[in-house]
T-cell receptor, first 117, second 114 residues
């Protein structure tokens, strides 16, 4: 069964540095997402991406964050000037997007654990 | 804005027995979808079951079934014949029909004991 894959599984970065988290969504999917889960807290929506542009973003997704689909397969989340509070598990997800978008289950990757020192 | 609440932080169940996880939500939407996701220690988020709000019939998926009460805004998950592999964090999630983002509850940790 096709899967969403994320790399790296664990990223350790010094505060203030930039980090790029990478995701390969399922190949025929049209909608892409990033979520964040701070340790012990809820999974929170960050951003959705469709047709090469952001379709929705949360309050968390400020100018520090950006997303890109640089080629036909990768979907990246860039975090500039990382802060200690950016430490979290970051999940990428995708769905087929055909028909009613909310009806399509989002398929999640294994996540990238980001640790800011 | 939508909110999703899971009132049970942790539950344990003996292998082969049944456990029910509660989930309530708040929304003014009439058309939406509800999901249960499982997150085992391996941390991947796995879809367990999906319910369409306009369907009265409760969804079932093998040993997993839901009790969807739209008027009460309740969406509980029943795991029957619990197996050791069911040990995981379970998240309830809501999405508007035309929506992009899943809103998650805080999760319930389920421990299946041999």
């Amino acid at each position: 069964e096709p899967e969403v894959t994320q790399t790296p599984s664990h990223q350790v970065t010094q505060m203030g540095q930039e980090v790029i988290l990478r995701c390969v969504p399922i190949s025929n999917h049209l909608y892409f997402y990033w979520y964040r889960q701070i340790l012990g807290q809820k999974v929170e929506f960050l951003v959705s991406f469709y047709n090469n542009e952001i379709s929705e973003k949360s309050e968390i997704f400020d100018d520090q964050f950006s997303v890109e689909r640089p080629d036909g397969s990768n979907f990246t989340l860039k975090i500039r000037s990382t802060k200690l509070e950016d430490s979290a598990m970051y999940f990428c997800a995708s769905n087929g997007g055909r028909g009613v978008v909310g009806s399509q289950p989002q398929h999640f990757g294994d996540g990238t654990r980001l640790s800011i020192l | 804005a939508q909110t999703v609440t899971q009132s049970q932080p942790e539950m344990s169940v003996q292998e082969a027995e049944t456990v029910t996880l509660s989930c309530t939500y708040d929304t003014s939407e009439n058309n939406y979808y509800l999901f249960w996701y499982k997150q085992p220690p391996s941390r991947q988020m796995i879809l367990v079951i999906r319910q369409e709000a306009y369907k009265q019939q409760n969804a079932t998926e093998n040993r997993f079934s839901v009790n969807f009460q739209k008027a009460a805004k309740s969406f509980s998950l029943k795991i029957s014949d619990s197996q050791l592999g069911d040990t995981a964090m379970y998240f309830c999630a809501f999405i508007k029909a035309a929506g992009n983002k899943l809103t998650f509850g805080g999760g319930t940790r389920v421990l299946v004991k041999p």
